[in-house]
């Protein structure tokens, strides 16, 4: 349970300022008649997050930009991936994610990383045909490549997670390598003519585990879930 809770700092952590500044950027459009039929899209993947880590459904997790996304926007509560046919479900749950074919009907090209067009209609494609601007964010690894490539634009971030130990000890963080660029995309959005569809997928909180001494000040004291 330890590091269940950790996870959810972890991911706090990292998606408070994006979360704040998706807020914004939504709110800035609420009132343009030319978007209000096209709503702006931000789809965040975590990476390895149990779905009670976060408050809109754990009381005991502090995750309030999030939440107020949550509130906003759409929650799937009762919706499951089908996983794979091997030990491995990184790949194939991001594959049928991103395509919504089963793990019986994945794309023969869901491993293919050529830069080439993706055999079935996936989100980038269809978002991209609708008018919106789309944008990638995140982990490229364990994916389908190439409705990855096929956004408007994309940022891969390699690696497994957002931080590693330095050579005296201390950890360092790498949040800002994956916050910085969404905050500054949904900026640039707010003024653009165009919807937008965000796929914000950082590689965290996967292993290794680890947050900002203030964050978990925020839990001393709390009772943790059986």
Known sequence: MKNTLLAAITLAALAQTAAFAAESAMSSHSHDGVKADKPNIIFILADDLRADCIGSVNPLIHTPNIDRLAKRGVRFSNCYLAGANGPGVCQPSRTQIMSGCSPFRLPVDNAA????????????????????????????????????????????????????????????????????????YLGESARAAKPFFLFYTPPTPHDPLYCEPDCLKLYQGNSRPP
């Open 113 to 184: 990383n050529d830069g080439g067009k993706p055999s079935v209609p996936v989100m980038s494609t269809v978002f991209r045909a609708a008018g919106y601007d789309t944008f990638y964010c995140g982990k490229q690894g364990n994916t389908y490549y190439r409705a990855n490539t096929a956004f408007d634009r994309r940022l891969f971030i390699n690696g497994s997670s957002g931080v590693r130990p330095d050579t005296d000890g201390k950890h360092v963080t790498r949040y800002r390598q994956f916050v910085d660029p969404v905050v500054a």
